[in-house]
T-cell receptor, first 112, second 111 residues
Framework: DSGVTQTPKHLITATGQRVTLRCSPR?????VYWYQQSLDQGLQFLIQ???????AKGNILERFSAQQFPDLHSELNLSSLELGDSALYFC???????????FGPGTRLTVL | GEDVEQSLFLSVREGDSSVINCTYT??????LYWYKQEPGAGLQLLTY?????DMKQDQRLTVLLNKKDKHLSLRIADTQTGDSAIYFC???????????FGSGTRLQVQP
């Protein structure tokens, strides 16, 4: 158990819908990262937050957005969902934002 | 650009040693990581090595780094059936905080 928690574990929704994935970092970690794991793209970095501020951006679609709240938990919002958004979404956290990342168990999103 | 490459599949017998290889292209990578993913589970950090090291040993795991060839390997001694999983190599280039992952090597351990 890494100490990073993600909810929900599974999410099934329809095309065009909007969903919110939640992540709580390890105690003491200030930075949160979001990654997407799909069969065709592998593991790809989406976005990073550090102490509430966006720190780095990767291959994140404009339909996706994220934020980190004052209590350091983070939410990833996915809207206008398409079939191709079906994937495993991982959250990771680290203490300083440039150090070792610890991953949560992931949220499996299925878009029908 | 950066690209991390791994072979897709490795099959070994229980009790043998497993060696999983990885090549990377970004010579500025400060840390290189190995993560393990079991079916239906998240990514578990196994070990990491700092770029100024050649080798790191942690119980049954040995990481070797050849910076000249940009080659990283993970050796698992006395491989067990519980080691069956997908192993990902990842790099963290200096100045970038995101990890770049390889495609993963599926290790199958036969009894």
């Amino acid at each position: 158990d890494s100490g990073v928690t993600q909810t929900p574990k599974h999410l099934i929704t329809a095309t065009g819908q909007r969903v919110t994935l939640r992540c709580s970092p390890r105690s003491g970690d200030l930075s949160v990262y979001w990654y997407q794991q799909s069969l065709d793209q592998g593991l790809q970095f989406l976005i990073q937050y550090y102490n509430g501020e966006e720190r780095a951006k990767g291959n994140i679609l404009e339909r996706f957005s994220a934020q980190q709240f004052p209590d350091l938990h983070s939410e990833l919002n996915l809207s206008s969902l398409e079939l191709g958004d079906s994937a495993l979404y991982f959250c990771a956290s680290s203490e300083r934002g440039d150090d070792t990342q610890y991953f949560g168990p992931g949220t499996r999103l299925t878009v029908l | 650009g950066e690209d991390v490459e791994q072979s897709l599949f490795l099959s070994v017998r229980e009790g043998d040693s497993s060696v999983i290889n990885c090549t990377y292209t970004d010579s500025s990578s400060t840390y290189l990581y190995w993560y393990k993913q079991e079916p239906g589970a998240g990514l578990q950090l196994l070990t990491y090595i700092f770029s100024n090291m050649d080798m790191k040993q942690d119980q049954r795991l040995t990481v070797l780094l050849n910076k000249k060839d940009k080659h990283l390997s993970l050796r698992i001694a006395d491989t067990q059936t519980g080691d069956s999983a997908i192993y990902f190599c990842a790099e963290a280039p200096t100045g970038r905080r995101a990890l770049t992952f390889g495609s993963g090597t599926r290790l199958q351990v036969q009894p």
